[in-house]
């Protein structure tokens, strides 16, 4: 994911897998969107299987590259990427 400091980040997420998924975006500052943070039980409940949720976050005050992956179980490991932030 490339994106722009100040940029609104809009990104749907549609759980094709048999789990519960949600997506955490490591080092992303979530002012007033704490909702997109991704800890399952904690800031959203989990996307489950066939649904989506939409993702929407503004990127303020940070630049480079930052990890996010799913936050749930073993899913941690295994559903992952880069958001860099130009």
Do not use: M
């Not at 704490?34 to 409940?45: L, M, N, R, V």
């Amino acid at each position: 994911i490339y994106a722009r400091e100040g940029d609104n980040v809009n990104i749907k997420l549609t759980n094709h897998v048999q789990y519960n998924v949600t997506i955490h975006w490591h080092g992303v500052r979530q002012l007033r969107t704490g909702w997109s943070d991704g800890p399952a039980y904690i800031t959203q409940c989990p996307i489950r299987p066939g649904q989506s949720y939409l993702y929407n976050f503004t990127l303020t005050g940070q630049r480079g590259t930052l990890l996010w992956h799913a936050h749930i179980s073993w899913l941690r490991a295994t559903i992952h990427g880069a958001i860099v932030i130009l």
